[in-house]
């Protein structure tokens, strides 16, 4: 029996049905129960995009309304999609990929150009974490005065025009450097002591923190205005494609599906482990959070509308750093108590961003420890230490706004949503491995995924994905994002695209110091397999398994 694709050659001296790898000289690291698993989960997709990109693209795409496209695009791409990355994690042991050169030879390109993905993430991640750490320090003393939009660009962040500037903002690079102490501080202690600790104290103390800020904003005077102007459903707004393109691009972004996350923290799981139940528990707190958020952030936009004597649709800065920079100080300013709301909000952001930060960091370490054979410590002080040199010379400057949100919106928009169609794409239609995928899923305690799963990843997911990927890319093509120069453009936005391709050719082609080949995973009950596999006969790889090679428990 081999678990080796059709071209490569079959293992010898692998234990069946283990999961285990002849060449692997220490025990994976594992988390230490199904609870470390769902808050480092939760941690990684509850990020900065839930508390101030959800908010206002509800508000701009129906209100109340959206809500139902937002459901269908959950159930029908983003917990089938997370519960694939799941189930290739889980079923093959390794980072993104290893975990797709075990599933193929020719498919470990892909798990590199996601590890790519998450090297470009990282960089400016980072930045936008030490920005909520200043702020929230500035929120003491309401630092920005009057006007927080100039003392956001003129003061703290320094804006230059759209360009290179090595003009370091001191204000910038001393918490830059802290977070990144901290990030490859957690990282170097490993999955179990590092990553799970972080999430369990970091996760409930969000949570609080989070509450605590939407319950005082609720009660302030105007904020029944705000939830009723983030609440009152436009229903014309569900005939117009471009609401439910909004509804699946905000899951598929939030869930932090298809950029190795998820493959890489399942494959911590002990074999036994629940994954369907789990994967429904994370994509909904996922949700839980954003609606909150959008509770949150619209009572207090409420209540600035009425304190400025103005209808809550005239409020400005509704989304992204505007809001979290500029109108949000201006909310503080205005209201009793603002510091302590100020900590609350950018605590609340502070947190959420080092979660996130975590679990992509965790990619590329994994990815990079299975390749060249390095212990979590050594990974996360090389990997940690060459990504934040490069993110402090980039992001420390006087241009790093434009840096980052170029970035952001090509790596995302273009590279991140590519690595999800060729991913089901792949798995569907190419190497027909849903099927057992889904026996995978099915084998262990949990909610079972029927027939329905396979459709909605092999067709439907790729099909709205394919549609968001073509509109995205001809959007950017036709005229130049935000007004920026072509050159800045091309340099910073296709560039970091063409970084990800890079890192997948050269990362492929480099030898691996221990053959994940030599790997057998469990194998499937013959039941399973003939309920899941019924279109066609199973591969070599997933043959039925007999009573001496049962599964590890």
């Avoid at 490859?184 to 609080?208: D, H, M, S, T, W």
């Avoid at 205005?334 to 975590?358: D, Q």
Wanted: aromatic fraction near 12%.
């Amino acid at each position: 029996m081999s678990a080796t694709p059709p071209d490569s050659p079959t293992p010898t001296g692998a234990h069946p049905g283990t999961g285990s790898s002849r060449a692997s000289h220490a025990p994976r690291e594992q988390w230490s129960g199904q609870l470390g698993f769902v808050l480092a989960a939760i941690g990684s997709a509850v990020g900065l995009g839930n508390i101030w990109r959800f908010p206002g693209v509800a508000y701009e795409n129906g209100g109340g309304a959206f809500l139902i496209p937002y459901l269908v695009a959950l159930l029908t791409a983003g917990i089938p999609i997370l519960l694939l990355d799941y189930s290739i994690g889980h079923r093959f042991r390794g980072s993104a990929p290893t975990a797709f050169r075990r599933l193929h030879r020719r498919a470990e390109p892909l798990g590199w150009f996601q590890v790519g993905i998450s090297c470009v993430i990282i960089l400016y991640y980072t930045v936008i974490i030490a920005w909520s750490a200043s702020y929230l320090v500035f929120s003491f003393t309401r630092a920005w005065g009057d006007d927080p939009g100039a003392f956001l660009e003129t003061e703290y962040l320094q804006v230059a025009k759209p360009g290179i500037s090595f003009d370091v903002v001191p204000q910038v690079l001393i918490p830059l450097v802290v977070v990144w102490v901290v990030a490859i501080g957690i990282l170097a202690l490993g999955v179990q002591k590092g990553v799970e600790r972080a999430n369990k104290v970091f996760i409930p103390l969000l949570l609080v923190m989070f509450l605590g800020l939407v319950i005082r904003a609720v009660t302030l005077d105007g904020a029944m205005d705000g939830l009723n102007a983030f609440f009152t459903p436009d229903w014309s707004a569900l005939g117009d494609p471009g609401v439910w393109i909004a509804a699946y691009s905000q899951i598929f972004f939030s869930l932090s599906i298809a950029f190795g996350i998820m493959i890489t923290y399942s494959s911590y799981l002990k074999r036994r482990a629940n994954l369907t139940s789990t994967g429904f528990v994370v994509g909904f707190a996922n949700a839980s959070f954003e609606l909150l958020a959008g509770i949150g952030v619209f009572a207090a936009l409420g209540f600035m509308a009425f304190q400025t004597g103005v209808d809550v649709s005239e409020v400005e800065n509704i989304a992204g750093v505007t809001l979290a920079f500029v109108a949000f100080p201006q909310i503080i300013s205005m209201m009793p108590g603002g510091p302590v709301f100020g900590v609350l909000f950018f605590g609340s952001l502070t947190l959420a961003g080092l979660t996130s930060l975590l679990s992509i960091l965790q990619v590329v370490s994994a990815a990079v420890q299975e390749k060249v054979g390095i212990t979590p410590r050594q990974a996360a002080l090389r990997i940690g230490g060459v990504a934040a040199v490069i993110s402090i010379a980039l992001f420390s400057t006087t241009t790093a706004l434009f840096l980052l949100d170029t970035m952001d919106k090509y790596i995302n928009e273009v590279g991140v949503v590519a690595s999800a169609v060729v991913m089901t794409l792949v798995l569907g239609l190419v190497l027909r491995r849903l099927g057992e995928q889904r026996a995978h899923l099915n084998d262990r305690p949990g909610l079972r995924v029927g027939p329905w799963w396979s459709v909605l990843v092999g067709v439907v997911a790729p099909a709205v994905l394919a549609f968001m990927l073509v509109q995205g890319i001809r959007a950017l093509l036709d005229a130049p994002y935000e007004g920026y120069p072509w050159w800045f453009l091309n340099a910073f936005g296709w560039g970091v695209v063409g970084l990800a391709v890079l890192v997948a050719v050269v990362m492929t082609a480099l030898r691996w110091r221990r053959s994940p080949d030599d790997f057998t995973p469990a194998e499937l009950p013959p039941r399973a397999l003939r309920r899941a596999t019924s279109s066609g006969p199973p591969s070599p790889a997933t043959r039925a398994r007999t009573p001496e090679q049962g599964e590890q428990r």
